[in-house]
């Protein structure tokens, strides 16, 4: 008996995956105005995003490099959405930058927790640390001398939450806590990104 080319795939669980794919299109879908179109083609981008993280999660959960690629691509899925709503092309891509900083930011925050709580690691998770902080911090700068406001003081927002964490020095003991903030996060910048 042969199995089937879909058997063994399921549903990506990591909590991380869904909340960025819903922060990233409802935040777009806002950010473009709720519409027939908006609507349709936000199902379209999260039943795409979810077909293919059923694809490949298991590669991807084995991998760090990937986790941050993955993060990353999640950012754009908000991009379509945007773009079809017909918002200026200097908005779309302020968008996309702010939650790919703020998603990367946030992997590397949840990298460093694991990094602190391995023995030898402190200088990796110090590396790890200061790379969220500065790609916030670098991210918010550019987009306020871009005069992208909005996206800016979302980039502001994920760089005060992220120093606090780094203060905190969260551990792999309490990632439910952080990833609950991280959530939070995710979430409160993509309505930051609407005002």
């Known amino acids: 008996m042969t199995s089937s080319p879909v058997a063994g795939r399921s549903m990506p669980n990591e909590h991380g995956f869904w909340v960025m794919l819903a ?3 409802l935040g777009a879908a806002l950010r ?17 995003t979810v077909l293919v993280a059923r694809h490949f999660h298991r590669a991807i959960r084995r991998r760090e490099g ?31 930058v702010a939650r ?17 709580s391995a ?13 969220a902080i500065a790609i916030l911090a670098l991210t918010g700068i550019l987009l306020a001398l871009g005069h992208q406001y909005a996206e800016a003081r979302a980039s502001a927002l994920a760089l005060s939450v992220c120093l606090l964490l780094a203060w905190g020095k969260p551990t792999a003991k309490q990632l439910k806590p952080l990833g609950l903030t991280l959530a939070g996060l995710a979430l409160t910048s993509a309505i930051a990104l609407t005002l």
Do not use: D, K, M, N
């Not at 023995?119 to 790379?131: D, E, I, N, P």
């Open 32 to 48: 473009a105005g709720l519409s027939y179109l908006t609507l349709v083609t936000s199902c379209l981008v999260v039943g795409t």
């Open 66 to 96: 990937a986790q941050l690629g993955a993060t990353a691509a999640l950012a754009l899925t908000g991009t379509p959405v945007e773009w079809v709503s017909g918002l200026p092309f200097a908005s779309v891509l302020a968008g996309t």
């Open 119 to 131: 023995r030898g690691q402190s200088v990796r998770c110090r590396a790890l640390q200061s790379s």
């Open 100 to 116: 790919a900083a703020i998603f990367v930011a946030s992997a590397l925050l949840v990298r460093s927790a694991f990094a602190r």
């Open 23 to 25: 922060a990233s299109v």
